[in-house]
């Protein structure tokens, strides 16, 4: 099989990188804490193993041109500090979904408002997509406010749209059109 390149994107702060078997114990780290899966369709990590299988998914996904997850890297240290990426990417609609997390300790400092901006430039530019779709739950203040930044319209509430976690729960769309960026 062709070995396909990623994309290496920067920002002031950042690398966006490909996630390496070696970066496990950082996503561990950060996947292993209730506050962060809390709106997540999985529960929290409990050994390092899950950290690696997540990794290997997403680099699975990119090599057979179904999704991108870049590594969020602090520049100074290299070190991951979350992930942001497309998945549920639909090519004969020209849409995907996009999603994110970030380690608690730097919630609140801006990194995925400046991490949007080159991932959704690729998106729209490199995958050719008319729309980027996200979804959230209805009490995560904190990716509304991300998404609104970002210039995400909201569309409406998905009712009872997910099973996560023993219940059902709704969930927010929202989108951004190419003609919006």
């Known amino acids: 099989m062709l070995t396909r390149t990623f994309p290496l994107l920067e920002t002031e702060r950042f690398r966006l990188r490909q996630m390496e078997e070696g970066d496990a114990p950082q996503v561990f780290d950060y996947f292993s804490k209730d506050e962060v899966t809390r709106y997540y369709d999985l529960e929290s990590f409990q050994e390092e193993t899950q950290a690696v299988e997540i990794i290997n998914r997403w680099s699975e996904r990119f090599q057979v041109n179904e999704g991108i997850r870049w590594g969020i890297a602090l520049k100074e240290t290299n070190e991951i500090i979350g992930s942001c990426g497309f998945h549920q ?6 849409k995907a979904e996009i999603g994110f997390e970030v380690h608690p300790t730097y919630w609140k400092q801006g990194v995925m408002t400046e991490v949007l901006k080159p991932i959704l430039q690729y998106g729209f530019e490199e995958m050719s997509l008319n729309r980027i779709e996200a979804y959230y739950d209805p009490s995560n203040t904190a990716s509304k406010k991300c998404l609104e930044k970002a210039g995400f ?8 749209a997910a099973f996560e976690k023993g219940v059902f729960c709704d969930a927010v769309v929202c989108s951004l059109l190419r003609e919006e960026f």
Request: hydrophobic share 35%; no cysteine.
């Open 89 to 94: 990417w639909e090519k004969e609609h020209f």
């Open 153 to 160: 319209t909201f569309e409406g509430v998905l009712r009872r």
